[in-house]
C-alpha cells in the first residue's frame, strides 16, 4: 500500500497562493497579463491563483503531457494550443512543479513562437535537485530539495489531484 506522508497543508497553501497572486497584481498593474495553464497538472493551483489576482487578465491553457509514472519520458506532447491572440501580451505561464525544467523549456520555446511581448514562470513548487537545464522561475510558492509529491492537482499515474493537500508518496 502506498503512503502517504503529509507535507503542505491545505492552509499553508492557501496562505501562499494568496501571497502569490497579490505579487502577480502589483508586478502586473499596467502590463497585458494571460495566466496560461498547463493541462492537466495545474487546474487546481490555476483556479485558486486566478481567483487571488485582483487587476483584470485572461486565461488559457496549454495541453502538455510528459510524465510516465515517476520517471520522465524525455517526450513531450502538445495536446493543446492556447486559444487566446498571444501577440505582444504579457504570458505568465502556471506550471505545478518543475523538476529537471525540460518539459518548461519546451513549453517556453513554443509560446516563443507566438510572439508575446513578454513570458514568465509561476509554478507551485520549485523542486531543485534534479534541474538540468537553466530556467528562471518568476514566482515559486513552495522550493522543494527531494522527494515525489501528490496531491493538490500533482498525480502519480493520474491519480492523487483530488488530494486538497500536498503529500511526499512512498511507493
Ligand atoms: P520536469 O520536466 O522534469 O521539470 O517535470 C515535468 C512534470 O513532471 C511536472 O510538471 C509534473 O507534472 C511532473 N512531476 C515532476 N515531479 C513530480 C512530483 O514530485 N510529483 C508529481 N508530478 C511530478
Ligand atoms: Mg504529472
Known sequence: MPEFIPLISEKEIKARV????????????????VLIGVLKRSFIFLAD???????????????ASSYDGTMSTGQIVFTKQ????????????????V???????????????LNPRSIKICSLINKQERREVEIDINYSCFS????????????YNEK??????IYDLKL
Open 160 to 165: 492523487y489531484r483530488n488530494l486538497p493537500a
Open 18 to 33: 494568496q501571497k502569490t497572486g497579490e505579487k502577480i497584481s502589483k508586478d502586473y498593474e499596467n502590463l497585458d497579463l
Open 99 to 113: 523538476d529537471t525544467g525540460n518539459t518548461l523549456l519546451k513549453i517556453v520555446e513554443f509560446v516563443q513562437l
Open 144 to 155: 522543494l530539495d527531494k522527494g515525489f509529491i501528490v496531491g493538490y492537482g500533482l498525480d
Open 49 to 63: 491563483l486566478t481567483r487571488k489576482i485582483s487587476i483584470d487578465h485572461e486565461i488559457d491553457l496549454i495541453g
Open 82 to 97: 492556447p486559444d487566446l491572440e498571444l501577440e505582444g501580451r504579457d504570458v505568465l505561464l502556471v506550471e505545478d512543479i
